[in-house]
Structure formats: structure tokens, C-alpha cells
């Protein structure tokens, strides 16, 4: 029988990575996602499964599904960023009171 890895961002491959390696692997972004569809949608039209139409419209839903996903990535960051910022009382310690956003965002990101 042969292993097979699962899918990326699903439960089944986040529990693998966790037995693996001891955590959950980096979040799929909207474009990783976005590339990997159509991709997968260009084959099935290469196999003459869709017609041309379809791929457009297919392509087109995928493309605001992606622009909807990359939103919600947003918002997840900027809670975590703002969340973290709180939890070190940013604007009260002499540390990182100083700093702009941008060196801020940069810390965050290198934690």
C-alpha cells in the first residue's frame, strides 16, 4: 500500500505535520492557493473536460475566491499584530515606544 500525503491545509496534513515535525505548518496564502487551482483546472481543460467558457468562469471565480482568502489573511494578521502589541504593552514600554509601525511590524514578524 502506498503512502500518501495529504493536502495541504487540510486537518488530515496539519496533524501529520504536527506528528512530524511538532507543529502546524505554514498557512496556504491566497495566491499558493490560487496558482495550485488553476493549474489543476488548466489540465482538466487541456484533457478537453471544459470547454473554454467554463475555464473562464472558472478562472474568474477562482480569482475572487483568492481575493476573498487573501482579505481574511489580512484581517487574521492584523489581529495577531495587534494582539501581540497589546500583550507587550507596546504603547507603555520605553522599548518599543519609539519605534514607527513599519519597525514594529518587523519585530512582530521576526518573533
Known sequence: MENQIPKIG???FNDLASA??????????????????VKSIEIEYLDDKITT???????????????????QQQDEFAIEFAKWCAELKVWD???????????????????
Open 10 to 12: 487540510t486537518k488530515e
Open 20 to 37: 512530524c515535525f511538532g507543529g502546524k505548518p505554514k498557512q496556504q496564502s491566497a495566491v499558493e492557493w490560487y496558482l495550485e487551482n
Open 53 to 71: 467558457t467554463e475555464l473562464d468562469v472558472i478562472i474568474d471565480n477562482l480569482g475572487e475566491q483568492a481575493k476573498e482568502m487573501e482579505k
Open 93 to 111: 514600554n520605553e522599548t518599543y515606544v519609539n519605534n514607527t509601525f513599519e519597525e514594529l511590524l518587523e519585530k512582530f514578524k521576526n518573533k
